[in-house]
């Protein structure tokens, strides 16, 4: 989740998508980055890192575009859940 648009973003999903891959060759990796504040800038709108010969995607979530209803609705239902070890060894990996 971002605060505030950084023009590095789209290289660290990349950077992230690789270390994860080199790791995990067999795992199937959703990314999305979550941008919190309204923002006009364009870096919010990147969905992708490009330099010549290689293309990334990943997808893009800002919160202020979203219906209210949809977060609401979904929070008060959910239970919590542990999140599985995969999660846990993700996030040690990337950090």
Excluded at 13 to 28: A, E, G, H, N
Aim: aromatic content about 14%; hydrophobic content about 35%.
């Amino acid at each position: 989740m971002e605060t505030q648009p950084k023009p590095d973003i789209p290289f660290r999903m990349m950077d992230y998508r690789l270390r994860v891959y080199r790791r995990f060759p067999q795992k199937q990796m959703r990314q999305v980055v979550i941008y919190l504040c309204q923002s006009d800038s364009p870096l919010v709108q990147q969905k992708t890192f490009s330099i010549p010969g290689t293309r990334h995607e990943f997808e893009v979530i800002r919160l202020w575009e979203q219906p209210t209803g949809a977060f609401l609705g979904h929070w008060c239902q959910l239970k919590p859940q542990p999140l599985p070890i995969d999660a846990f060894e993700a996030f040690y990996f990337l950090s």
